[in-house]
């Protein structure tokens, strides 16, 4: 008997491949510019929740994939007539899938190709560390369209590069280049074009891979807070956080390395 045709199966919106300790995380709806629908809305958090579980991942990577940009911001087909306040607010709260990036312990960088728009910039800004290639282009248009960012543009984009520039972004909607992005602080590194962009992102994120995870976890969680707290409770924190790294396997294989003239191999204890 002839075996059944294998079922098809569908792209999923998020694809997640692997390098080593590096997970790839990619956008995967090229044809509408990786608009984020609801699909994208409810794997993404998902996507996330499994890398943060898996040990064997140290470090995830997002990108655009193989679209013509990172991210054109929400699927606007997918914005409704008008509901009431109440229906949208619950809505909102019932998805937060934004949120997902901030229950993520390990690093998290954004490599940035293309446009980078709305909820596609605000995804950006929930990651960790942000490389773009010259092409990309940076906006909040939200207001444009009768709304405002809805997944933590108004919050996080000042904490990066002031509430100055933050206001002058929010308020026109105008777009910026990756060089102005990189000149303000949007972006920490550039690659050198479109065609190297994952591969220097990669590279990166290797490196921070190779680096004590629990170190990198809590110096992550230390630097995320400085946001929101004074100093003197984010000092604390950094004293805790500090005594506790003090104890792991790690800490001791990183000074037997250096005595041995040798690379440290970090088992994440
Ligand atoms: N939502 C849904 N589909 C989108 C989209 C979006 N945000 N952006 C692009 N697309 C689709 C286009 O409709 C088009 O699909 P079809 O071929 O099926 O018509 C496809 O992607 C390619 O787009 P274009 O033909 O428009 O490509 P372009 O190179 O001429 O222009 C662009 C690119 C400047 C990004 C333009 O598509 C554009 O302006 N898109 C909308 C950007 C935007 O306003 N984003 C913010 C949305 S609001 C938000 O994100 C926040 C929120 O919470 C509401």
């Given at each position: ?32 510019l990786n608009a984020i ?25 997002l990108?655009g994939?193989?679209?013509?940009g990172f991210c054109a911001g929400a ?23 934004i ?11 954004a490599?940035v190709?293309g446009h980078c728009l709305g909820g596609g910039m605000e995804m950006a800004l929930a990651c960790?560390?942000r490389?773009a290639?010259?092409?990309a282009v940076f906006a909040l248009p939200e ?6 960012p809805g997944a933590g543009g108004t919050q996080r984009l000042?904490?990066l590069v002031?509430?100055?520039?933050a206001?002058?972004l929010l308020?026109?909607g105008d777009r910026i280049?990756a060089?102005?992005a990189?000149?303000?602080?949007l972006v ?82």
């Open positions: 008997m002839l075996n059944p045709a294998p079922a098809t199966i569908e792209p999923r919106a998020v694809e997640t491949e692997f390098h080593g300790e590096v997970a790839l995380v990619a956008l995967n709806r090229p044809d509408q629908n609801e699909e994208i809305r409810l794997l993404l958090p998902q996507v996330l929740e499994e890398l943060e579980h898996d040990d064997a991942v140290r470090v995830i990577l990108h994939g193989t679209a013509r699927d606007i087909k997918e914005i409704r007539a008008a509901e009431t306040a109440l229906q949208v607010r619950e809505r909102n709260m019932r998805r937060a899938w949120d997902g990036f901030d229950r993520v312990t390990k690093p998290v960088i490599a190709h960790d560390i490389i290639s010259p092409d207001t444009g369209l009768g709304l405002i000042h904490r002031g509430q100055g520039r206001l002058d308020l026109t280049d060089a102005e990189h000149r303000i602080g920490t590194r550039l690659a050198a074009d479109r065609q190297s962009l994952l591969d220097e992102a990669l590279a990166l994120a290797q490196r921070i891979a190779g680096r004590a995870p629990l170190a990198t976890a809590y110096v992550k969680e230390a630097a995320r807070a400085a946001g929101d707290l004074t100093l003197a409770a984010g000092q604390a924190l950094e004293r805790n956080l500090f005594a506790l790294l003090s104890t792991t396997a790690d800490k001791a294989e990183a000074a037997r390395a250096f005595k041995e003239k040798r690379k440290p191999v970090f088992g994440g204890k």
